[in-house]
């Protein structure tokens, strides 16, 4: 990776690394678009929406505690923020939305909230599964159709940490995205991801100071320069999706399936390679914590179509084993 550094757009003073903007003040506060959906079943905002949070300070996507959810989004039609509520008295979402992506947004909010997710083509056949859905009957599986917002994160999320993965996409989309546009409030400190030109244009030393080695570095610039091949994906079916993904050296099984999961929303793609789901699926359903990829899709075939389904219950159930093993150390390239 070259470490040159090449010219980037224009975009706002940059203080310590982060974008200055006078706190209390709106950002491109525009009329909002908006739009009332009422969904045809149960709905809990914070279940569905989770999987697109990065870590709690991930500025791409906020919850406060008037139960909205916030979310800053690069759309085919550009960057736009999305603010969601429930009101669960009258069945029904609002939302706002503004910037030149708010449209596409709110066109897309019933898919966003599950509306074209299938859960009664889930049938659970242990009685774990079968007590969890009975218990949360709002989570839906989002489709956001958007595969670079989710693809970059998982590419950074590879072989470290959460911790160092959510660390790493907090300060390159502060540094290299832009302000969130609307009366976004300043103490959320939202941005929207960077465009990709400017994935490519990051300098090595940037991506360094962020923990993330060449290799996944190097993955994301061959996503971001094919990123019009990626976008493609949102429209396939997940297992053509995932082949697209996976054509790019760097990109195998665990990622693909992590991002179809969002962007496509797959009720059957299954996170193989990862260090702890196995074991957890392993425990659920067979008290067997020592198991690895091969056992845990043994015990996830009675669910072949909703296997990714399967899972999110699972791990929602509460029944996970205790960590006896060590876990991933962390390391700090950073300080190298």
């Known amino acids: 990776m070259s470490s040159r550094f090449a010219p980037r757009p224009t975009r706002p003073t940059v203080r310590g690394g982060e974008t200055a903007i006078p ?11 908006t739009r009332t959906w009422t969904p045809p079943h149960p709905l809990n905002l914070g279940l569905t929406l989770g999987p697109l949070r990065r870590g709690p300070a991930d500025p ?22 999305l603010r969601v509520a429930f009101r669960t008295k009258a069945n029904t979402v609002e939302a706002e ?7 596409w947004l709110l066109d897309q909010l019933p898919d966003l909230l599950g509306g074209s997710d299938t ?24 489709r956001t159709g958007l595969v670079l917002e989710s693809l970059i994160p998982s590419i950074l999320e590879q072989k470290v940490t959460t911790d160092e993965a959510y660390r790493a996409w907090r300060l390159l989309v502060r ?24 994935w490519t244009l990051i300098p090595s030393w940037e991506w360094h100071k962020a923990g993330v080695d060449d290799k996944r570095a190097s993955t994301i610039l061959r996503a971001a320069r094919r990123a019009a091949r990626m976008e493609e994906a949102a ?9 697209r993904l996976e054509l790019i050296p760097g990109i195998g099984p665990w990622t693909s399936a992590e991002t179809v999961q969002r962007s496509n929303g797959a009720p059957d793609a299954v996170t193989v390679g990862d260090l702890h789901l196995p074991g957890i699926v392993g425990h659920a359903l067979a008290g067997d914590r020592t198991a690895d990829d091969e056992e ?41």
């Open 60 to 81: 791409t996507f906020r919850a406060t505690p008037d139960g909205s959810a916030w979310r800053a989004s690069r759309t085919p039609a550009g960057p736009g923020t």
């Open 119 to 142: 859960p009664e083509d889930f049938t659970p056949r242990h009685r774990l599964l079968a007590a969890t859905a009975h218990r949360r009957p709002g989570l839906r599986l989002l």
């Open 296 to 336: 845990m899709l043994r015990l996830l075939a009675p669910y072949e179509g909703q296997r990714h389904r399967a899972a999110r219950l699972i791990l929602l159930s509460g029944r996970t084993p205790a960590r006896r093993q060590p876990r991933m150390p962390v390391g700090d390239i950073a300080a190298l």
């Open 23 to 33: 706190q209390g003040t709106p950002r491109l506060a525009t009329a909002a678009r």
């Open 235 to 243: 429209t396939m079916s997940p297992p053509e999706a995932q082949a």
């Open 97 to 103: 939305a503004w910037g030149p992506g708010a449209g």
């Open 175 to 198: 540094k290299y995205g832009e302000p969130a546009p609307g009366p976004v409030p300043a103490q959320l400190r939202m941005h929207v991801m960077p465009d990709p030109r400017t």
